[in-house]
């Protein structure tokens, strides 16, 4: 699921690693939103009033939504950076870095939220922001460009396409491959609505409010760490296989 790149990624992985991100994606989303009124997972909405105010010369009430736009940025540029830095290390997974950054971000604002009153929203804001521009980095690197999880905007666009795609058999010829993007693109919305949706109950109705973050960095880290394991386990058989054949 994580470690699978380039030709050795079937859409089983990319499956496998759009559900447990969207998921995660639309508990963070939901969190954010119901903790500080502020989108946190895209920054289409934030660019969109930060030239509102740009336009009306508001250029001090613009710098909130231009620093939630360079977190965003800062979280992708931090992940790839990462990424390309340890990409040589052939013993180690370089999604690692990013993905446990990512949760320490989430159980980091959920300790602080348990400890203190949050006096500065604007900053976890930015610090979620940050933790979803991780997230959409790596995932697309780990894809190729394939899985994307913070924001659905795109995805709606290509779903769109691709249905009416189904229509023109012989202009498409490749309807496998076609059937098997839209199936990828309804499995991120869905489990994108159906994270929104548990985040939701767990931060309302359970109160757990910015704990609800744990559940989502615990996903995470159980997530990379299972696939870690499962890979290990593998690996080892097929040297064990190898060993006793010869």
């Not at 030239?51 to 992940?79: A, E, P, Q």
């Not at 933790?131 to 666009?157: C, D, E």
């Amino acid at each position: 699921m994580f470690r699978h790149q380039g030709k050795n990624r079937t859409l089983k992985h990319n499956l496998q690693i759009a559900t447990v991100l969207s998921f995660v994606a639309g508990i963070v989303n939901v969190t954010g939103f119901l903790s500080f009124k502020q989108l946190t997972t895209n920054v289409t909405g934030h660019f969109a009033l930060f030239m509102y105010d740009v336009t009306n010369f508001k250029f001090w009430k613009g710098t909130i939504y231009f620093l939630y736009i360079f977190s965003f940025l800062l979280g992708s540029f931090l992940s790839s950076f990462l990424i390309e830095k340890y990409r040589e290390n052939k013993k180690l997974n370089v999604f690692v870095l990013p993905t446990v950054l990512e949760s320490v971000i989430l159980i980091a604002i959920a300790m602080l939220g348990n400890f203190t009153s949050i006096k500065y929203p604007d900053l976890i804001a930015c610090l979620l922001l940050l933790s979803m521009g991780l997230q959409n980095s790596y995932v697309t690197k780990i894809s190729n460009a394939v899985v994307r999880t913070t924001h659905l905007t795109g995805l709606f666009t290509d779903l769109g396409i691709e249905i009416s795609q189904l229509f023109f058999p012989k202009v498409h010829t490749q309807r496998d491959k076609l059937k098997s993007t839209i199936k990828l693109r309804i499995y991120i919305i869905l489990f994108f609505f159906t994270g929104g949706l548990v985040g939701g109950l767990l931060y309302s109705k359970i109160d757990l409010k910015l704990n609800t973050l744990i559940v989502a960095a615990v996903l995470l880290l159980v997530s990379l760490f299972y696939d870690d394991f499962r890979y290990k386990v593998i690996k080892t058989k097929r040297k064990y296989n190898q060993r006793k054949n010869k």
